[in-house]
């Protein structure tokens, strides 16, 4: 009853903050990009909520309980390298007044071709993405009211289609309410944890002789002290790993729903202050979902979940009370939520405007683009919705995945627009599709030849070829002719 009451409560925060949206959508700009009107406060609650999702609070915690600090090595990591990347990116975005990620590749390059091309990876890959959120909504929910997984996954699949359908007028302002109860949950739950101890460092001289297996059904045995130790790789080789950190960094780096954030922001000031502060904001989320790992840890060696995925939620319902652990289950579903609405944004835009705007119909009116965003956005959120009856097993490494797509088709495009005057449109084509092609190859084979247990993370020869393809036919195909034959 305590977890239902925070859950009501919580649902109606959602509905007034979600509403308050609605009437300033005008046009595609003030949907998509909020007119490029978000100050400071409101373009750090909306990036940083964005950034934290179900594979932060739920996946990479719990990996953290059963790997240790190794599983801060070789992903987190990587994920304040891709932070500091897109820093770069702020004085390119903002020359053009552009309103999607995929219309940059389109006025810089001269090409529509490659705008919906990259339109539809997005697509694709932020559909997949999304379902990492609805199964994160799905475990929590239904341990926290004790209903079936499918139903409570038919709720977060209500929550994430009200709060898009204001576009991001309406995702970043249920953005700030979400950061604060992401922040407020894990710094209570800090405390619990180290009230529990005594001290921080109790947490960390107990957790030295931690030498059991986590999960019972898992291979693989920490030795004694093993789970501070920050270079261990589990059951997985280390160059995989490593390869692993290089991905995540890329994806990150050029993830298209953080760079829209820069376009949204309302000058170039606050668009390098937004991702540098929310940096700041991560260095102190990311150390307290650490700290409750690890305290979590000593305090349950083994623990009888079936995945890592479902270690956070039961550290919660085992470890605090109803009441404050009501309230951290809330942070994780803000998070959740947070996440799950950027990412249908992106799906709406990319159809509506980088491809049927852009190919289907130019003259398209703003309130029948508006109303096919919507819809696109319904069947990008239902199809998410299907894919999550089955969801996939450890939502940290499909992540990765995911992200690794990403980064062999928008990293080079975007940083080759940065450190590359000569890159052109012929380049950014041949390299978009090189690297896609790299990708999809690669998976195959791994599916075929590997069962599923890459040697290498697929990042990074996507990125290379798509790289060397990129310089190779920018440089055969002369500046000037760029321009022949476009129709642009």
Excluded at 325 to 339: C, D, H, K, P, R
Aim: glycine share 8%; proline share 3%; hydrophobic share 50%.
């Amino acid at each position: 009853m305590t977890y239902l009451l925070f859950f009501i409560i919580y649902s109606i925060l959602i509905i007034v903050f979600g509403k308050y949206a609605f009437d300033k959508i005008e046009d595609s700009k003030s949907f998509y990009i909020a007119n490029g009107t978000l100050g400071l406060f409101i373009g750090v609650c909306t990036f940083v909520a964005t950034w934290f999702s179900a594979t932060s609070v739920i996946a990479l915690s719990g990996s953290i309980f059963v790997y240790g600090v190794s599983s801060m090595t070789y992903s987190l990591l990587g994920w304040f390298v891709g932070a500091f990347l897109l820093i770069s990116l702020v004085p390119i975005l903002r020359r053009y007044q552009i309103r999607t990620i995929p219309e940059f590749f389109r006025i810089h390059y001269y090409s529509k071709d490659l705008q919906a091309t990259c339109a539809a990876v997005i697509i694709i890959t932020h559909i997949l993405y999304v379902v990492i959120q609805i199964r994160g909504f799905g475990v929590v929910v239904s341990g926290m009211l004790d209903i079936p997984y499918t139903m409570s996954i038919f709720l977060v699949y209500l929550f994430i289609l009200y709060t898009t359908f204001g576009g991001l007028y309406s995702v970043a302002r249920t953005d700030a309410l979400n950061f604060f109860l992401i922040l407020i949950g894990i710094l209570m739950a800090v405390y619990l944890i180290i009230d529990r101890f005594g001290s921080l460092g109790e947490i960390f001289r107990q957790a030295y002789y931690i030498n059991t297996t986590a999960l019972p059904h898992l291979d693989y045995k920490n030795t004694e002290g093993s789970l501070l130790n920050p270079f261990i790789h589990g059951n997985y080789p280390f160059f995989f790993m490593l390869s692993a950190f290089i991905g995540w960094a890329l994806g990150k780096a050029s993830n298209p729903q953080y760079a829209i954030r820069i376009v949204a922001a309302k000058d170039n000031k606050t668009a390098r202050n937004m991702i540098l502060v929310s940096i700041l904001i991560f260095l102190i989320l990311y150390a307290g979902l650490f700290i409750i790992s690890i305290g979590g840890r000593v305090l349950l060696p083994v623990v009888p979940v079936d995945s890592i995925d479902d270690v956070f939620p039961y550290i919660i319902q085992s470890v605090f009370g109803s009441k404050p652990g009501g309230f951290v289950m809330i942070s994780v579903l803000a998070a959740v939520i947070s996440t799950a609405n950027s990412q249908l944004l992106l799906i709406g835009s990319s159809f509506s405007y980088d491809i049927y705007k852009n190919i289907i119909n130019p003259q398209v009116k703003e309130e029948k683009l508006l109303s096919i965003n919507r819809w696109a956005i319904l069947i990008g959120g239902t199809v998410a919705l299907f894919f999550s009856f089955t969801p996939p097993g450890a939502m940290l490494l499909y992540g990765s995945y995911v992200w690794g797509v990403i980064a062999s088709v928008f990293f080079v495009p975007l940083y080759g627009a940065v450190l590359w005057p000569k890159g052109n449109r012929f380049g950014a084509q041949v390299g978009v599709y090189g690297g896609l092609l790299t990708c999809i190859i690669l998976y195959g084979l791994n599916l075929l030849l590997f069962s599923g247990k890459d040697l290498i993370h697929s990042a990074i020869p996507g990125v290379l070829v798509a790289t060397t393809l990129y310089i190779f036919f920018s440089l055969i195909k002369k500046q000037g002719e760029k321009y022949e034959n476009e129709g642009f």
